[in-house]
């Protein structure tokens, strides 16, 4: 089983940056992929980004392209999502997930509680 656990999140302004952290127990962090995606009141759970096990590929949304940056630290089990420039519409509750490396969230088996990001105008 693996617990997975968010944070970093907050409240910043628009064009602020934000860096969120995801710590997984257990010794099986590196043999997944790992995905951020994030959901606003009344909308459905959408993709950010998704690295692969090994860090050496990674792939965004359009939305986020340039200005996120999704990394892991698989010796220290940390994930992380580098949000820069942020605008009022990336508010919302962030979750990483570990599953295989794909966009479709269903398919990830551990998710963590999510954490939430507000970005005033």
């Known amino acids: 089983q693996v617990q997975l656990v968010e944070s970093g999140g907050g409240l910043v302004q628009a064009g602020g940056s934000l860096r969120l952290s995801c710590a997984a127990s257990g010794r099986t962090f590196a043999n997944y992929a790992m995905g951020w995606f994030r959901q606003a009141p009344g909308k459905e759970r959408e993709f950010v980004a998704v690295?692969?096990?090994?860090?050496?590929?990674?792939y965004y949304a359009d939305s986020v392209k340039v200005r996120f940056t999704i990394s892991r630290d698989n010796a220290n089990n940390l994930g992380y999502l580098q949000m820069n420039s942020l605008k009022p519409e990336d508010t919302a509750v962030y979750y990483c997930a570990l599953g295989p490396a794909t966009v479709d969230a269903g398919q990830y088996p551990y998710w963590g509680q999510g954490t939430q990001v507000t970005v005033s105008s």
């Open positions: 690295i692969s096990w090994s860090g050496g590929i990674v």
